[in-house]
């Protein structure tokens, strides 16, 4: 079958660095996004990995390991503002159905 | 520019009732996206469209769910029956190109409540 696994909740301090993983199984596989989404808000696009390596988005950076079937989320100096939920996805089915992981919701605390 | 609009915003209704649930994509995004969003969870894949033709709508939950795209810009939902399940947050998103890795623009969301 297809899934993502994610951990629920990772709690982090302010300006610190903090890595959310995600673990993948599936029969087909184009490569790894992010989204966040803020309580009560709409998820948004952060990043995408075809390739395995490191991808840097600013404070953000996302790594991708075909090989491992994984891959991680990397926030650095964080904010308060990064306080929301963070999800994994990958397209499949020919590229178009897009399944979500389950979401680590990530608490920044001062 | 004008991002993906959704409505209503919320939507309460009784068991048993039909449901009609609205998107408005992104100008010239070819691709429509409906997801369902249980608390705490993940978006779930309902449907997807690439034009006026639904591309895959392998999760649809159930023949009660079905959704068009006419023109191939607006698409509605369409829930009928409902049950107390389906009470969910219902997101919409759309994308420029074909692929699933495309960037999704997602709306607020429809939040469906069923007593």
């Known amino acids: 079958g297809q899934s993502l696994e994610q951990p629920s909740e990772v709690t982090a301090v302010e300006g610190a660095i903090v890595q959310i993983n995600c673990t993948y199984q599936t029969s087909g596989f184009y490569g790894l996004s992010w989204y966040q989404q803020h309580d009560g808000g709409a998820p948004t696009f952060l990043s995408y990995n075809a390739l395995d390596g490191l991808e840097e988005t600013g404070r953000f950076s996302s790594f991708l390991s075909r090989s491992d079937s994984y891959g991680y989320l990397l926030l650095q100096e964080l904010q308060m503002k990064d306080s929301a939920s963070y999800f994994c996805?990958?397209?499949?089915?020919?590229?178009?159905?897009?399944?979500f992981g389950t979401g680590t919701k990530l608490q920044v605390i001062p | 520019g004008a991002g993906v609009s959704q409505t209503p915003s919320n939507k309460v209704t009784e068991k048993g009732k039909y449901v009609e649930l609205r998107c408005d994509p992104i100008s010239g995004h070819t691709a429509l996206y409906w997801y369902r969003q249980s608390l705490g969870q993940g978006p779930e894949f309902l449907i997807y469209?690439?034009?006026?033709?639904?591309?895959?709508d392998s999760g649809l939950p159930n023949d009660r769910f079905f959704a068009v795209r006419p023109e191939g810009s607006v698409s509605t939902l369409k829930i009928q029956r409902t049950e107390r399940g389906d009470s969910a947050v219902y997101l919409c998103a759309s994308s420029r190109g074909t692929s699933g890795y495309n960037e999704q623009f997602f709306g607020p969301g429809t939040r469906l409540t069923v007593l």
């Open positions: 469209f690439q034009g006026t033709g639904a591309a895959d």
């Open positions: 996805a990958y397209p499949s089915g020919g590229y178009q159905k897009v399944t």
